[in-house]
């Protein structure tokens, strides 16, 4: 007669065994101690040798963020319509990735799907210097722990984890790629006037009038407390967003005001600013209006509220300062 064992003691079994097959899985996918970290990035890496800087996820046919270099020039988003890259994300971004290593956790292209790494799934991040590519990667974030990322070099089968949230510091995706796509704009230096405010000689402001420029109002170092806080505001204005000047062609063909900067050094930058926007309905997003950095800047907006109150503060007749009260004998 066949004795059988009781149910619980089946279950026990059951469960050692789940448990020794977790184990084993657990035990390939972490490499043993005595194998060194891999090395993702080289450690020679720098903004000046290079070229290119691309970002896609999926398969796109073209990346969805590329950044380009030439020589003679400043780095330019090439897909937000040529924008001026912002140097400091760039500088950032690279040494971040400089000499990037990563802890070997497994190999083989059976485990791409657990750890997030296959071409369709992950983060494609790639640096040319001219025709040589400096890196190739894929990346993705851990689902149980933000802060480790899973990354491979694209010519190789071995997976590295890295401490640090790679999604968010390099591609400024702090969430799934279908709630948090890539974006180029973060990637744009959306300061209206680039400059520090101690380098400011003047600022002018000329309106339109009958096809001709007029000057309003214009103010020379040394510059007064007034003038010297429409300066600072000036330095510290970032547009809403950079958009396709086919887009804002119509709106900036009669512009109605221009801004004119000049540096100590002799250096302009100019702005146009289109006609006021028409007033919006109630509980409608603030207007915005059109800019466009000469003579072949990006078109820009930004909100109109903000730029009409710089623009009457310094339309307003500069405060006459009064001598002191002669004493009397």
């Known amino acids: 007669m066949t004795r059988r064992l009781p149910v619980p003691v089946l279950a026990v079994a059951l469960a050692a065994l789940l448990g020794v097959s977790w184990w084993l899985q657990h035990r390939e996918q972490t490499a043993p101690p005595s194998v060194p970290p891999v090395v993702l990035v080289p450690a020679t890496l720098n903004v000046e040798g290079l070229t290119v800087l691309e970002l896609s996820t999926g398969k796109p046919a073209t990346p969805q963020v590329r950044l380009v270099?030439?020589?003679?020039?400043?780095?330019?988003?090439?897909?937000?319509?040529?924008a001026p890259a912002d140097p400091e994300r760039l500088r950032r971004v690279?040494?971040?990735?400089?000499?990037?290593?990563?802890?070997?956790r497994a190999t083989g292209k059976r485990w791409?799907?657990?750890?997030?790494?296959?071409?369709?799934?992950?983060?494609?991040?790639?640096?040319?210097?001219?025709?040589?590519?400096?890196?190739?990667?894929?990346?993705n974030r851990s689902p149980k722990q933000s802060q480790v990322s899973f990354v491979r070099r694209r010519d190789s089968d071995v997976i590295c984890a890295v401490e640090d949230n790679l999604l968010g510091k390099v591609a400024d995706v702090w969430g799934d790629f279908s709630?948090?796509?890539?974006?180029?704009?973060?990637?744009?230096?959306?300061?209206?006037?680039?400059?520090?405010?101690?380098?400011?000689?003047?600022?002018e402001l000329a309106e339109r009038v009958k096809e001709a420029w007029v000057t309003r109002s214009e103010r020379h170092a040394p510059l007064d407390a007034d003038a010297q806080?429409?300066?600072?505001?000036?330095?510290?204005?970032?547009?809403?967003?950079?958009?396709?000047?086919?887009?804002?062609?119509?709106?900036?063909?009669?512009p109605r005001w221009r801004w004119l900067v000049t540096e100590r050094g002799g250096g302009r930058w100019e702005i146009e600013e289109a006609a006021a926007p028409p007033?919006?309905?109630?509980?409608?997003?603030a207007p915005t209006v059109a800019l466009r950095r000469l003579p072949s800047g990006p078109g820009l907006t930004m909100e109109f509220g903000?730029?009409?109150?710089?623009?009457?503060?310094?339309?307003?007749?500069p405060k006459k300062t009064t001598a002191p009260a002669a004493k009397k004998s």
């Open 69 to 82: 270099h030439t020589a003679g020039q400043s780095w330019q988003v090439a897909t937000l319509s040529n």
């Open 94 to 104: 690279v040494d971040l990735l400089r000499g990037l290593t990563g802890e070997v």
């Open 112 to 139: 791409f799907p657990a750890f997030l790494v296959e071409d369709e799934k992950a983060l494609r991040l790639v640096l040319r210097q001219g025709d040589l590519v400096v890196c190739d990667l894929l990346i």
């Open 179 to 203: 709630v948090s796509p890539l974006t180029s704009v973060v990637w744009a230096d959306l300061r209206v006037f680039p400059l520090e405010a101690s380098a400011v000689e003047s600022v």
């Open 229 to 254: 806080g429409v300066v600072n505001t000036l330095v510290g204005w970032r547009a809403r967003a950079v958009v396709d000047p086919a887009t804002q062609a119509e709106a900036l063909t009669t």
């Open 279 to 285: 007033k919006p309905a109630k509980e409608a997003p």
């Open 306 to 317: 903000a730029v009409q109150s710089l623009r009457e503060q310094l339309l307003s007749p």
